[in-house]
Structures are given as C-alpha cells and as structure tokens.
C-alpha cells in the first residue's frame, strides 16, 4: 500500500481547504484514517472512513466542520475542511489500517508523506 497526501496550504480562519489521499495497492477490509500533528504536540486523531462501507467517524474537535469521504473507483480518500480555525494549523497525514477500526495511530500500518495546513487569524 502507498499513499499520498496533498492540499494543504494557507488559509484564513473560517475558510476551506479540501485535503487529498491517493492510494495503490490493497483496498479491501481497510479504513482510511486522517491525523494530524501540531509542532510540539502528539499527533492526534482526526478522521476515518470505512473504505468498502463508508462508515465515518471523527474527533470533536472537528466534529460539524469537516467531512471524510471517499471515491473507490478513483481510490482516493478526501477531507473537506471547512471553518477552519487557527488550531486546526498542523501536518496532516492519511493513513490505512486494515482489520476493525480505530482511532489509535498506531494501529494504521501505512502512512502518507503528511501535508501542511496553516490557518492564520
């Protein structure tokens, strides 16, 4: 399995950015997951999708602001981000786990490169 994250970049709080994860190989029984990592801080969960179901779940944090989804003919999975605030700025990361689901980081055994977001004030 690869993956690879991308568009981020800088945005005004309150507005949008929509963040791409393209993945090859295995798609079967596997979730997407989107996590996140602030300077200094753990990278935390953010958001997983059921990759054959579609079945979402999210953090509070971000819970009513952004959306997880996915197109499996393209194999892509997306995350709409919208509202954004000055503490949602980080690096943020697809991952792919198979099995159940979860939020924990390490249970996702594949990783995309990671792509910033900066929300400024």
């Known amino acids: 399995v690869q993956l690879q994250a991308y568009g981020g970049g800088l945005v005004q709080a309150g507005g949008s950015l929509r963040l791409s994860c393209a993945r090859s190989?295995?798609?079967?029984?596997?979730?997407v997951g989107w996590f996140r990592q602030a300077p200094g801080k753990e990278r935390e969960f953010v958001a997983r999708?059921?990759?054959?179901?579609?079945?979402?779940y999210y953090s509070d944090s971000v819970k009513g602001r952004f959306l997880i989804s996915r197109d499996n003919t393209k194999n892509m999975g997306y995350l709409q981000m919208n509202s954004l605030k000055p503490e949602d700025t980080a690096v943020y990361y697809c991952?792919?786990?198979?099995?159940?689901?979860?939020?924990?980081?390490?249970?996702?055994?594949?990783w995309g490169q990671g792509t910033l977001v900066t929300v400024s004030s």
């Open positions: 190989g295995r798609t079967s029984n596997s979730y």
């Open positions: 991952a792919v786990k198979f099995g159940g689901p979860s939020i924990d980081a390490r249970a996702y055994i594949y």
């Open positions: 999708i059921s990759w054959s179901g579609g079945t979402t």
